[in-house]
C-alpha cells in the first residue's frame, strides 16, 4: 500500500514536471508545422517566466500575470516572425538570438528593478496559482486504491496544469480537423501549394507563431508562478530544448509529442528519488545518466535507429513569393 | 530577386555590417536609459574598462582568444553549410582531453606535456563534433539539432565526472586539483617577463598566439587548399559537389571534425592556460558567444579576430560596467550579445534593399 503511494506521488509529480515540457512542445508543433524552425521556444518561455514574475508580485494577481506572459511571449515569437518570414533571415540564427537575448534581458532588468540579485518578490497568495482541491478529495481519497488516485494524482494541481490538460485535445483538433490546421499542414510541406491556392503563406506562418507564443507564454507563467513562486535566472533550466527533443521524438504529432513529454517528465520525477539508491542489477544509477536519457534518446531517434524522425519537409526553409 | 550585386562589396561587407551593429547598440544604450542610468556614461566607462590600462587589455584580449577560436568554429562549419552550436560542448569535452595529460601524465617531459594535451584537448573537441557530422552525412539527422543535444549531454557526462570521479576532496566546489606549473601553458606575464617586460597579472596566455595562428590556417585552410575548396563547394550546392567528385559526407566530417577541434582550443585556453584545473561549467557560454562573433565577422578569420576583439572588450568592460553602475547587473553584454545575433545575422538584409536603392539612385545621378 505503501508503494502504491508512493508511486501515485510520484506520477503526480511527473504530471507537474510535464506541464511547461508539454506546453513548449505543442508551442513548436505549431511553428514547425508550418515551416518555422522554432528554437527560441527556451527564450520565449524565460521572457514570459520574467513577464509573469514581474506582473503578478506588481498586480498581485497570477492571471494577470499570465495575460503579461502571453503578451510578452507573442512579441517575442513575432520578433522570430519578422526576422523569418518578412525578412526570409536565418530560422535558426534568430531562434539563437531570442534565446540570448531573454537570458539577458530578463536578468538585467531584473536585478535593476528588484535588487534581488536576479529574481523577482517572492509570491505569495493570489499572486501564485494554488493547487484546486476537487470535490470530495477527503473523503475519496479514504477508498483503497481509487482513493489515492483522485485525491494525489487528479486533484491537488494548480488552475494551469488542467488548463494544459484541456489544451492537448485542443491543438490536436485544429491541427487535424480545422481548414487552418489542414492549411497550416500544408504550409511546411509545401508552401507553394498553398501559394498557388492564393492563401498567404507569410500570414499564415505569422499566425502559427502566435499560437506558438500564446503557449511559450503559458509555459513561462507556470514555472514562475505555479510551479516556483517567483521568477528566477535562467528558471527554464533547458527545458525549452528538452521540449524541442520531445517534439520531434512525438515526430511532430501532437499526442505522441505529448507522451514523450510525460517520459522525459518520469525520467526527471525519477532522478530525483533515484539519487543514491542501489536498483538491482545496474546498482546506482548517476543523476547524470538519467538527465542525459532524453537527448541521447532523441540523437538515436534522429540517427534512425529506433524508428525514424521525418521533419515537415518545408520547415526552415524560407519561402519566396514567385514574381 | 536577391540585390545582392546592387551594391558595392565594401558596402555589403562593411556598411552593412556596421548599420546593423550601430542598432544593436543603439537598442542596447535604449536598455540601459530603461532601468534609469546614463547610456552615454555607461559606453564611457565600458571602453575605458576594456581598453583603458594594461591589465584590463590583457583581460580583453584573454576574452578575446575564447572568442576568435569559437568564432572561428562557426564560421568553418557555415562554409560547408553546416550550423555548429555545438561549441560549448566540444569546449567543454576538450577540457577533459587537456586535463586528463595534465593531471595523469604531468611526470613527462614538459615539451610532451604541451603537444599532448593540447592534441588531446583538440581530438576531444573534433570526436564530439565529428559523430553530429557523421549522423548529418550518413543518417541525416539534422545538425543542429544534435549539436544541440550534445551539448547537454556533454554536461552531464562532464557533472558526473568531476562530482564523481575527478574531482579533489575537501573543494568547494566539483573540480580537479591544480596542474604543476610545467603541464601550463606559459602566461603573458611570464612570456613577456623573459624579454624584460613588466605585465600585469591575467589570465592571458600562450593560446592568444595559437588563436591567431590558427585564424590564419582557417583562411589557407578555406581559400587556399583544395578541401577548403571542396569544402565550400559542398556548402553551396551538395548537387554539384557530388558531381564534381567530391564526397559531400566525407567533406562533412571532416568539416565538422575541425571546427570540433578549434572549438576544443578554447578549452586548452581556459583549462590549461586560464584556470590550470578542471572545473564545472568553465565554458561560461562562450561557445555560444562565437555564433554572434562568426555571423559579425562574415564567416571571414579576419573579420571573426576583430569581431572576436570586440566581443573580448565587450566582456571586460561589461565587468567593470557592473562594477562601477550598480544598477546594471554583467548580463548587460548578454543582451548586447542577443541583440547583435538578432541585427547582424537574423536581420542581416532588413536594410539591404534601403541602401541598394541608396545606391542605384546615387549611380543613376
Not at chain 1, 528554437?39 to 503578478?56: C, D
Not at chain 1, 533571415?89 to 528588484?114: P, R
Not at chain 1, 539519487?275 to 532524453?294: E, M, R, S
Not at chain 2, 612570456?191 to 600585469?200: N, S, T, V
Request: aromatic fraction near 10%; glycine fraction near 10%.
Amino acid at each position: 500500500m505503501d508503494d502504491f503511494v508512493q508511486l501515485v506521488s510520484l506520477l503526480a509529480s511527473t504530471v507537474r514536471l510535464s506541464i511547461p515540457l508539454i506546453l513548449c512542445a505543442l508551442a513548436g508543433l505549431f511553428a514547425e508545422r508550418a515551416g518555422v524552425v522554432d528554437i527560441g521556444l527556451e527564450g520565449k518561455m524565460l521572457a514570459a517566466a520574467f513577464a509573469a514574475g514581474t506582473v503578478a508580485a506588481l498586480s498581485g494577481s497570477a492571471w494577470i500575470g499570465l495575460i503579461a506572459a502571453i503578451i510578452v511571449a507573442v512579441v517575442f515569437s513575432m520578433i522570430h516572425a519578422f526576422a523569418c518570414i518578412t525578412h526570409r533571415g536565418n530560422q535558426v540564427v534568430s531562434g539563437m538570438a531570442l534565446n540570448v537575448l531573454a537570458v539577458g534581458l530578463t536578468a538585467v532588468l531584473a536585478f535593476a528593478w528588484f535588487r534581488e540579485g536576479g529574481q523577482t518578490p517572492a509570491l505569495s497568495g493570489a499572486a501564485r496559482f494554488a493547487p484546486i482541491v476537487l470535490p470530495f478529495a477527503d473523503t475519496i481519497g479514504q477508498v483503497p486504491i481509487l482513493g489515492p488516485i483522485y485525491a494525489r494524482l487528479i486533484s491537488g494541481h494548480n488552475a494551469l496544469v488542467y488548463l494544459t490538460v484541456a489544451i492537448i485535445p485542443i491543438v490536436s483538433f485544429v491541427i487535424f480537423k480545422t481548414r487552418f490546421g489542414l492549411r497550416l499542414r500544408a504550409v511546411g510541406e509545401n508552401p507553394h501549394a498553398v501559394d498557388t491556392a492564393g492563401i498567404s503563406v507569410a500570414w499564415l506562418r505569422y499566425r502559427a507563431l502566435i499560437c506558438t507564443g500564446v503557449l511559450c507564454g503559458v509555459a513561462g507563467s507556470y514555472l514562475a508562478t505555479a510551479m516556483a513562486s517567483a521568477f528566477q535566472r535562467e528558471m527554464t533550466a533547458g527545458r525549452g530544448f528538452l521540449a524541442l527533443a520531445a517534439l520531434i521524438f512525438g515526430k511532430w504529432m501532437p499526442v505522441p509529442a505529448v507522451l514523450a513529454c510525460l517520459l522525459f517528465a518520469f525520467a526527471d520525477a525519477l532522478q530525483g528519488r533515484l539519487q543514491g539508491v542501489a536498483l538491482p542489477i545496474v546498482g546506482v544509477v548517476p543523476v547524470q545518466a538519467i538527465q542525459a536519457l532524453p537527448y541521447l534518446l532523441t540523437v538515436l531517434l534522429l540517427a534512425g535507429f529506433v524508428g525514424k524522425a521525418v521533419a515537415p519537409k518545408a520547415s526552415g526553409i524560407p519561402y519566396a513569393k514567385e514574381k | 530577386m536577391s540585390s545582392r550585386g546592387d551594391m558595392p562589396a565594401w558596402a555589403d561587407y562593411v556598411l552593412l555590417p556596421l548599420i546593423n551593429l550601430l542598432l544593436a547598440f543603439v537598442l542596447s544604450g535604449l536598455v540601459v536609459l530603461a532601468i534609469g542610468e546614463d547610456p552615454v556614461r555607461a559606453m564611457r566607462i565600458l571602453v575605458e574598462g576594456a581598453i583603458g590600462y594594461p591589465e584590463a587589455i590583457a583581460f580583453t584580449l584573454y576574452y578575446a582568444t575564447n572568442f576568435i577560436f569559437t568564432g572561428l568554429a562557426v564560421a568553418l562549419a557555415f562554409h560547408a553549410g553546416l550550423f555548429n552550436i555545438g561549441g560549448e560542448g566540444q569546449a567543454y569535452v576538450a577540457g577533459l582531453g587537456v586535463a586528463l595529460i595534465c593531471l595523469y601524465l604531468d611526470f613527462l617531459p614538459w615539451p610532451i606535456i604541451f603537444v599532448g594535451a593540447i592534441a588531446l584537448g583538440m581530438a576531444f573537441g573534433a570526436a564530439w563534433a565529428a559523430v553530429p557530422g557523421w549522423l548529418q552525412a550518413k543518417r541525416g539527422s539534422h545538425v543542429v539539432i544534435t549539436t544541440i543535444m550534445f551539448n547537454f549531454i556533454a554536461a552531464a557526462l562532464m557533472t558526473y565526472l568531476l562530482s564523481n570521479v575527478m574531482l579533489e576532496p575537501g573543494r568547494g566546489a566539483p573540480e580537479t586539483r591544480r596542474f604543476i606549473a610545467s603541464a601550463t601553458l606559459p602566461s603573458m606575464q611570464t612570456m613577456l617577463g623573459w624579454i624584460g617586460i613588466e605585465a600585469p597579472r591575467s589570465p592571458l596566455n600562450f593560446a592568444f598566439f595559437m588563436a591567431i595562428a590558427a585564424a590564419f590556417l582557417v583562411y589557407v585552410y578555406i581559400w587556399r587548399t583544395r578541401w577548403g575548396y571542396a569544402l565550400r563547394v559542398v556548402g553551396q550546392n551538395e548537387q554539384a559537389a557530388r558531381y564534381a567528385g567530391i564526397d559531400p559526407a566525407k567533406t562533412i566530417i571532416v568539416a565538422m571534425a575541425i571546427s570540433g577541434a578549434l572549438a576544443g582550443l578554447m578549452g586548452v585556453n581556459e583549462i590549461m592556460g586560464a584556470h590550470q584545473r578542471l572545473l564545472v561549467a568553465f565554458t561560461g557560454g562562450f561557445g555560444f558567444v562565437g555564433i554572434a562573433v562568426a555571423l559579425m565577422g562574415r564567416n571571414h578569420p579576419l573579420g571573426v579576430c576583430l569581431a572576436a576583439l570586440l566581443f573580448g572588450a565587450l566582456y571586460q568592460g561589461g565587468a567593470e560596467l557592473a562594477f562601477e553602475m550598480r544598477a546594471i547587473s554583467r548580463e548587460m553584454v548578454v543582451v548586447i550579445q542577443g541583440l547583435i545575433i538578432l541585427f547582424c545575422g537574423a536581420l542581416e538584409n532588413m536594410f539591404r534593399p534601403w541602401i541598394a536603392t541608396l545606391f542605384a539612385r546615387h549611380k543613376a545621378a
